[in-house]
């Protein structure tokens, strides 16, 4: 089933995930919906509290929304920077619509997760999956792409966003 997806700068969106503690058959469906609404809404990731569900729960596909073979489900992740080096590149959100811009951050990561039948597994990742760890991550603890912008940057787009839905509100 398609989830909704919450959208900035709905404040559902600033609340953090809490651990999960037993794999359910709920967690399972729920991973299951994430997925399918990665999918549809073609993002590459997809966070737990988007769909207003407050666990450390996510998802990515890396293949793509195209090729769509190579979804994962992370279940209370944990990252870890590897070196300092940094990495800056073009983001958006399916939770924040008409914006993609560049961020800042760290090049590798390591990532302690289980997967749905509750094993451990760790995975270091760079490049673009390396983006999208830490941006779902993120997701996890309330927080958004736009929070690693320039305030001008974030402000412009806040009030171009509010206009967008005063346009659409109206009758
Ligand atoms: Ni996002």
Known sequence: ?????????????RRKGEPITEITE???VLAGDMVETMYAEEGIGLAAPQ?????RLVVTDFSGPSKREGAKVYINPELEFLGEEKQESEEGCLS??????????????????????????????????????QHECDHLEGRLFLDHLSRLKRNLYTVKRKKALLMTERP
């Open 1 to 13: 089933m398609k989830l909704e997806i919450l959208r900035y700068p709905d404040e559902r969106l």
């Open 26 to 28: 709920e967690i399972r």
């Open 51 to 55: 769909v207003d569900r407050l666990l």
């Open 96 to 133: 924040v619509p008409d914006l993609r811009a560049s961020v800042e951050r760290a090049s590798r990561v390591r990532v302690r997760a289980l997967d749905l039948e509750g094993r451990p597994f760790t995975e270091e990742a760079d490049g673009v999956r390396s983006i999208c760890l």
